[in-house]
């Protein structure tokens, strides 16, 4: 179905899911019919204003497009920074499906009369919603009765066997025992097994033969390297924000809250206390130093630009717009709602009230960012130093503004001058430190040396001891300078936030305080301690426990099975998708608690089903029943995510640098070899290779990768540096084979892990004979490769 056609059917909850949040979030502040007078007389939270910039159905014609396309230079919009790409193709899709907008239209908006209060919109009350199938509790159901009883090898087997026995169809037949290795090296390690590897298996005819193989994978070092990266698209991984601006510099220590998920995943950190770590292990007694790096989830979270010179209102409104980002990545990925929506107005589908939005931004409010040592520190100097740390790049960032910059505020000289005397002060007082803690004071030197036009935090990986995480800390704006907004930090405070009317910051209406969403609460759902945090990650393994489990077996079955149970991982909310097969995930999640909430359990549980072990091969009778296979009468056939398809060639190749850990590297570059999970993400300028190969956008949480087979992709597998200089190794590591027949099947062993097959063995012996009549240069051997390289054995899932 076209993306014109989704749009057009769904309507108004295209508008509420995916317009209407970014308007609220990214144009309000200046564009509102709630103040006083609004950038250029345009208001874009009602109907008539928004029409005055949107031709509907004629994308090109559209005002609001060419603004945030930011083709025109004199105009683009938001100014803080460019919307994401695929922010850009939501509003491209929903002007070309006619732009429809569910509000009503007030007849005086039309003739420029000021538009009335819009009424409140109303979604599933509290009372009901908390009858939503989503938030039930979970429990062990009873195998339901089926007739092959002998096709079942486990308890998720006799739920999937009902549906398709329901249906009149049948399983398909189990895969092959080479394919099998195969799917189970991609699935647990994210790379192909070798040639030796799939042979041992094979030979080996012992009846738990499989059950071995799956219990060597997930002991293997490499399972975190692979099933981390799947959390880091949950998590929004990436190690620089959107725009490159001063005020929102790069993470330099995002990877070490790379490695602490690798390490996690191996280790098989219960969930529970996995999401508890990256919400709150600094304020969590049992957590080590070391497991602070899991703040990285919250402290390399993308931030907007603030220039100071920027009004209050203005300035207030973008650091919103950052906590309105936190609410969305939390609740959207770890627990399927979409709290976000309530931004504006009370949720108008799910029981989500503008009060929980609220109350869970002052959580985020009362978090600040910032560079935590390594190594221990005592607390009271640790918190000073976190304050200092942000304080100092404020001053040194203001200083620079307006004294390197042709500045717009008046009278600047005195106010450089009061703020380097802070940094003079605050110097003073920090070199006190340097003997008890010289790293730290070393960390801060750069904010009283040499100045720094982009205030001396850069995005380049850095190895120094430190990591990217957050503390407690509530934030603030200062207008009482009318020409320099500043963003005051109070650490250990904690701030409960207003309900902003509309969303408008400049509307601010009744303080509510820092609580659980509501409808998930039992009892006082309100946080008393600190910020909160480690209060909201409780709760959500103990009041929303079901739904918690729900959401993380339904990612893990779609990462298995290469489509979830419930069909919108991150909405299991009335507008998301009800589950295919309710029974089962209610069960699977019910057992996934009793062990413990252990990844590695559930990994091996779904492998171990005859479902997970089918054949992907076609069927009419099952193409013409359930063409979509959301009866799981076969194993779904998709292509290689980007990782496991270039990490198999560079294994292949007998390239692979299988370091583990460290910095990250360009994996755009053809000398990078170490493996992809180690590759610089970037928000502002994702990697070609990445982009090519659709890596979610890290800017937002992923709900699941659409991976799609393009043009695109064959010109890189044809051109590249990189597929060149790995087709060239294959040939070096074959060159001493005796003849060319040899070559040919030791390619294939390197490649496919198999012996090629008499037929491919003669298309070879063309290929080579046509090419030599050519005339062509001994290059044919590299040009073969690289054609083993580019096939679909190659390039999809076994």
């Known amino acids: 179905m076209a993306a014109q056609q989704v749009v057009q059917q769904s309507g108004a909850d295209f508008f509420e899911s995916k317009i209407r949040p970014v308007l609220a979030g990214r144009c309000y502040t200046c564009h509102s019919s709630t103040l006083a007078t609004p950038m250029a007389g345009l208001t874009l939270d009602t109907k008539a204003g928004l029409a005055r910039v949107v031709s509907a159905g004629k ?14 230079p004199d105009l683009q919009m938001p100014p803080a920074g460019k919307l994401p790409d695929s922010v850009i193709a939501d509003f491209e899709q929903w002007i070309a499906a006619g732009a429809p907008d569910p509000r009503s239209m007030d007849p005086r908006a039309a003739t420029g009369a000021a538009s009335p209060t819009p009424a409140p919109l109303k979604g599933m009350s509290i009372e009901d919603g908390r009858k939503w199938w989503a938030f039930q509790p979970v429990r062990e159901i009873a195998a339901p009765k089926i007739k092959d009883a002998a096709w079942a090898e486990t308890k998720i087997d006799a739920f999937v066997l009902a549906k398709l026995e329901e249906k009149g169809l049948k399983p398909s037949p189990s895969a092959d025992k080479r394919t099998l290795v195969q799917r189970a090296y991609v699935d647990l390690i994210g790379m192909k097994p070798a040639y030796e590897e799939v042979e041992a298996f094979v030979n080996d005819k012992s009846p738990d033969a499989y059950e071995k193989l799956l219990d060597k994978l997930l002991a293997s070092q490499h399972y975190g390297e692979r099933w981390g990266r799947h959390w880091l698209d949950v998590a929004r991984y990436a190690e620089d924000n959107p725009t490159s601006e001063a005020t929102n510099p790069g993470y330099p220590y995002a990877w070490r809250y790379r490695d602490w998920v690798i390490e996690a995943f191996n280790q098989d950190v219960p969930y529970d206390r996995f999401v508890k770590l990256q919400l709150a292990a600094d304020l969590m007694e049992d957590a080590s130093r070391d497991d602070m790096r899991a703040l990285g989830y919250l402290g390399t979270a993308p931030i907007y630009h603030k ?11 973008f650091m919103a717009d950052d906590w309105d980002e936190r609410v969305d990545a939390v609740s959207r990925g770890l627990l399927g709602m979409t709290v976000a929506c309530a931004r504006c107005h009370d949720h108008k589908f799910d029981p989500i009230l503008t009060k ?36 100092l790049f404020d001053l040194r960032y203001s200083v620079n503004l307006l004294t390197n910059e042709a500045s717009t505020v008046v009278s600047s000289e005195r106010r450089v001058e009061k703020w380097k005397a802070e ?33 001396g935090r850069g995005a380049s990986a850095a190895p ?41 910051v400049s509307s601010p209406g009744d303080i509510v305080p820092r609580h659980f969403p509501t409808v998930l609460a039992k009892g006082d759902a309100n946080f008393k301690i600190g910020s909160g945090r480690l209060e909201l990650a409780e709760r959500m393994f103990t009041d929303s426990a079901a739904l918690a489990a729900r959401v993380i077996v339904n990612r893990v079955w779609a990462w298995h099975f290469g ?65 979509g296979n959301t009866l799981l009468w076969r194993m779904n056939p998709r ?13 292949a190749a007998g390239t692979l640098n299988e370091q583990m850990y460290g ?20 928000r502002a300028r994702l990697s070609n290779l990445l982009k090519l190969y659709d890596f979610p956008d890290p800017a937002q949480t992923s709900p699941g990768r659409d991976l799609t087979t393009t043009s695109l992709q064959q010109l890189f597998v044809m051109n590249s540096a990189f597929i060149q200089g790995q087709s060239a190794a294959l040939v070096k590591a074959v060159q001493n084979e005796p003849d060319d027949e040899a070559k040919v099947r030791t390619l294939y062993r390197r490649i496919f892990s198999r012996d090629p097959s008499q037929k491919e063995l003669a298309l070879a012996t063309d290929y080579f004979a046509d090419y030599l009549r050519d005339g062509s240069k001994p290059d044919r051997w590299v040009r073969y490769a690289q054609a083993l390289l580019a096939t679909n054995e190659e390039i999809f899932w076994p």
Do not use: C
Request: hydrophobic share 30%; no cysteine; net charge negative.
């Open 59 to 72: 994308p090109e014609q559209s005002r609001i497009l060419q603004a945030i396309r930011y083709t025109d």
């Open 307 to 317: 220039d100071r010179r920027l009004s209050e209102e203005v300035t207030a409104g």
């Open 356 to 391: 929980d939005y609220y109350g869970l931004v002052g959580v985020f409010a009362s978090t600040m960012r910032v560079e935590r040592p390594m190594f221990d520190v005592d607390p009271q100097t640790e918190q000073r130093y976190l304050w200092a740390q942000n304080q």
């Open 423 to 455: 940094i003079e002060s605050l110097k003073t007082e920090i070199e006190a430190w340097r003997d008890r803690y010289p790293k730290l004071v070393e960390s801060l030197e750069k904010y009283w040396t040499t100045p720094q036009r982009n205030g």
């Open 464 to 504: 120094e001891p430190f990591m990217n995480a957050v503390y407690d800390a509530a934030q603030y704006t200062d207008g009482s300078d009318k020409q320099f907004t500043w963003i005051v930090v109070k650490p250990g405070e904690a701030r409960d936030f207003p309900v902003l009317q509309h969303g408008n």
């Open 563 to 627: 489509r979830p149970l419930v069909g919108t991982p991150s909405d299991f909310g009335t507008q998301g998708e009800k589950p295919t097969h309710p029974e089962l995930l209610d069960d699977l999640s019910a057992r996934f608690i009793a062990h413990k909430w252990s990844i590695k359990w559930l990994n091996r549980e779904i492998m171990l089903s005859a479902a997970y072990r089918q054949s992907s091969r076609s069927r009419p009778e099952g193409e013409q029943a359930d063409q």
């Open 639 to 651: 292509r290689l995510d980007v990782e496991s398809y270039r990490d198999s060639i560079l294994r």
């Open 663 to 682: 910095p990250s590297e360009d994996v755009d570059r053809a000398t990078s070899v170490r493996r992809t999970v180690y590759g610089r993400v970037s």
